[in-house]
């Protein structure tokens, strides 16, 4: 029988569901790289503390490299399919191999061991060293072989008194010293004053020979400090046997690494980490910890946020509440948001040329005009630092914050407004009652995202504060405690400097991962910190869900 | 609006002892943009009676209650010709500020729209940015707000409780108690239960009945019945225009024009 009804085709598949594969690719792609970003950041940052085995690599022209295994791969400029590779040895010793790390032909290697008592060193200079060790020659006139059980806690412990006493000296000669510095600085700029002015001076002549004795008295202690480090020396030979010495003042630390277990890797491990973000760098940078540039990174962001947070909300609210909407209003939003198109490089130009020179300059010249005249020019806000760094991140992240304001302004209901008004509240009154603490949290989400491109900032930090080394930290014991006109460290800027700048790049390459690793778990630290007090606020505001 | 609720003795059961034109509105006409809104609408609203506009959607009648406490000003490119006046004042005497007339007409809306804060800071919000920081007025004012909306028995062990977490009609009273707290002349209500549930109606338009022994009540509705139930008065509009405005019973037992009888029999609108 004829169906009475034509046929009506088979209904096609639901028209959207292509789109959820083409959109989701564009997130699987995304993912795939930071995950890959990341992974290649936390392992080769995780390298950097693990304490790798020590191989004695025997070569076919007769030389014996003693070293961890780096890494191997194809010999760049051979055929993929000859199958050529090279493997690349830490071998240490840069003060005797002219370079810590060599690449060798892995057909060279005749034959490769672990030799289990083989030591680690990392040294106050020149880098790592690698030896077998043969005795410890003690100060006293004894020895103690390295076949002994009690050797390695001995050298352990003989390190840790050494380092124990660099701790003092460095106490002495950069704290202490470095505070009289300071004062007989001010001194002598009062004496210079004086004698220009013709004014009596004896008062300061006083002080000043106090402060000399002063000095004399902690420098006399730095050198007997000095002078008492340990003649221990530690003995042993390299891969080939010829022999090596290194007196144990010169050690920071020792390891076994052929005889640690998965245990004792771990604990060196953690050790060697926590050093990475306690200590102060060594070695131009390339060695020791980044505790300035982790401290200044953080401090500068939490300074930029505290700057920018104000200065955006408050322009919103004016953009938003109280200008006319209009084409004047729509051209300067419009400026605003591209205003986040700028290279940063500029805002550091900017930050120089205003914040620093005309700003810094100026102030200098009302507050500081003595330093000024009487100091060889000596400028105190008219250069780079802590404060101008931040103000020039805050003015770069501005649209962020201004952008966010205005949306989460806009997203508060209108009737909320209007209750407000019609409860006879004042614009102020229902903007400062109703409409901040209900757009809360989209201005945190702003600020967050502020945060977050500044604290990843280099470029115009070069230029407006953050130096290679800071010798201070920008805040410390001494009045005002938080010294904005010092110039800082910055963990960004850092990695440039060890990746780019470091005579020894292959030694620095796994500092420059672990230090970015440690600047995404700064961010990361602060954004969870800001989440945690949107989501609080969100709790507390959240909008009528009716 | 000094004197204490409990002190004013006014007889519920007289309608009219109040002024008959309390609110004069004259050959009053509004513009959104070039858009006319309101055409020369004359209407006096006699004081602490409930005044019911009525009419089809877009015909006005939000828009005339939106300027009777100045709110429609927040809307860019408006104007008004004619005058409003309360009490013989006009509303848009240059001399009084528009938070100061805000204060003497609160306003209730169609949703309801509590801030998210407590139900206790809700319901002094409008003393508080008026100034009073006494802990002892605020408690009274609260307390005696929320009873005269009827929501104290109900909200007195959790005062510092969000407002959010009430219900829809217990959020639709909770506004009404802030719209009367700073003891204003006048009651303001746009649409009032329209997105309320026939029992939290019934709560809402028995509260009207009692309230009007102290307010002016001016009330939008789009139901019929309400308007029957609850006003002493209704204006009826269309098209930006006032047909016809009377007493309640007159309007819906005998309207005096044809189209407000079409309107209200059902037969347009």
């Excluded at chain 1, 699987?28 to 693990?50: E, P």
Aim: glycine share 8%.
């Amino acid at each position: 029988m004829k169906d009475p009804v034509p046929n009506v085709p088979d209904a096609k598949p639901p028209a959207g569901e292509a789109f959820v594969w083409f959109t989701s690719v564009g997130l699987v792609l995304g993912l795939t790289m930071v995950a890959a970003l990341v992974g290649v950041i936390v392992l080769n940052g995780a390298k950097a503390f693990w304490p790798a085995a020590i191989e004695r690599a025997e070569l076919a022209d007769g030389r014996v490299l003693l070293g961890p295994l780096v890494q191997e791969r194809l010999k760049p400029g051979t055929p993929p399919a000859a199958g050529l590779l090279e493997r690349q040895y830490q071998i240490g010793l840069r003060e005797q191999n002219g370079q810590s790390f060599a690449w060798i032909d892995a057909s060279a290697v005749r034959s490769s061991s672990l030799p289990p008592g083989a030591l680690a060193l990392e040294r106050m200079e020149n880098g790592a060293a690698f030896l077998l060790p043969a005795e410890l020659r003690l100060a006293g006139g004894s020895r103690l072989a390295a076949s002994d059980p009690a050797f390695l806690s001995r050298l352990e412990s003989l390190i840790a008194s050494v380092a124990e006493r660099r701790e003092r000296l460095a106490e002495v000669e950069k704290v202490r010293i470095g505070r009289i510095n300071t004062e007989l600085q001010r001194v002598k700029v009062g004496l210079r004053k004086a004698a220009d002015l013709g004014t009596p001076d004896a008062e300061l002549k006083a002080e000043a020979a106090r402060l000399d004795a002063d000095y004399q008295l902690l420098a006399a202690e730095a050198r007997s400090l000095r002078d008492g480090f340990p003649a221990d020396v530690l003995a042993g030979t390299d891969g080939a046997g010829r022999p090596l010495e290194f007196p144990v003042a010169s050690l920071v630390r020792a390891w076994e690494p052929n005889r640690l277990g998965l245990g004792g890797k771990l604990a060196l491990a953690a050790s060697r980490a926590w050093e990475f973000v306690s200590a102060e760098p060594r070695e131009a940078n390339t060695e020791g910890g980044v505790l300035p540039a982790l401290f200044g990174t953080f401090a500068m962001t939490v300074l930029m946020s505290a700057l920018v947070t104000p200065f955006g909300v408050v322009a919103a609210i004016y953009l938003r509440e109280y200008a006319r909407q209009g084409a004047v209003l729509r051209m300067v939003r419009i400026s605003v948001n591209n205003l986040a198109g700028v290279p940063s490089i500029v805002f550091g130009v900017f930050g120089l040329g205003f914040f620093v020179y005309v700003l810094g300059g100026n102030l200098d010249r009302l507050l500081f005009a003595d330093e000024l005249r009487y100091n060889n020019n000596t400028p105190v806000l008219g250069t780079g630092g802590l404060l101008w760094a931040s103000l020039t991140l805050a003015l770069m992240t501005l649209p962020v914050v201004i952008v966010a304001t205005e949306e989460a302004l806009s997203a508060v209901p209108r009737g909320m407004r209007e209750a407000s008004l019609a409860c006879g509240a004042s614009k102020w009154q229902t903007i400062r009652e109703i409409l901040l603490p209900a757009s809360a949290p989209g201005i945190l989400t702003g600020v967050i995202l502020a945060m977050a491109r500044g604290a990843g900032e280099v470029a115009p930090l070069m230029i407006v504060g953050v130096v290679k080394l800071a010798p201070t930290l920008p805040i410390d014991g001494e009045f005002p405690f938080l010294h904005m006109d010092r110039k800082f460290m910055h963990l960004g800027f850092h990695i440039y400097d060890l990746g780019f700048q470091s005579p020894d790049s292959d030694a620095a390459r796994p500092m420059v991962f672990a230090s970015t690793l440690l600047l995404l778990l700064l961010v990361l630290f602060l954004n969870l910190g800001a989440i945690a007090i949107r989501n609080r606020l969100r709790e507390r505001y959240k909008t009528s869900a009716f | 609006m000094t004197t204490s609720p409990t002190r004013i003795q006014v007889n519920p059961s007289v309608p009219g002892d109040g002024r008959p034109d309390y609110i004069r509105i004259q050959d009053y006409g509004f513009w959104y943009g070039a858009k006319k809104a309101l055409d020369a609408i004359t209407l006096d609203i006699p004081e602490r009676q409930v005044t019911a506009f009525i009419g089809p959607s877009g015909c006005g009648k939000s828009t005339l209650l939106r300027n009777l406490n100045r709110m429609n000003d927040l809307i860019d490119a408006v104007r008004h010709e004619g005058d409003i006046t309360v009490g013989g004042r006009s509303i848009y005497d240059p001399t009084v500020e528009v938070i100061s007339l805000r204060r003497r007409v609160g306003m209730v809306f169609q949703k309801s729209n509590p801030f998210p804060k407590s139900i206790y800071e809700n319901v002094v919000y409008s003393l508080r940015v008026a100034g009073v920081s006494d802990r002892d007025i605020l408690d009274e004012t609260c307390e005696s707000s929320l009873r005269r909306a009827a929501l104290w028995d109900e909200v007195k062990d959790r005062l510092q409780d969000s407002a959010l977490g009430l219900s829809g009609g217990q959020m639709q009273r909770l506004c009404i108690a802030r719209a009367i707290a700073n003891q204003p002349e006048i009651l303001l209500m746009d649409e009032p239960c329209s997105a309320l549930d026939p029992i939290a109606t019934g709560k809402i338009e028995e509260l009207i009945h009692h309230l009007k022994a102290q307010f002016t009540i001016v009330i939008v509705t789009h139901s019929m019945q309400q308007a029957a139930r609850v006003s002493d008065r209704t204006a009826f509009f269309y098209l930006g225009k006032l047909v016809e405005a009377d007493r309640t019973e007159k309007i819906f037992m005998n309207p005096a024009q044809s189209q407000t009888e079409a309107y209200i029999s059902g037969r347009f609108g």
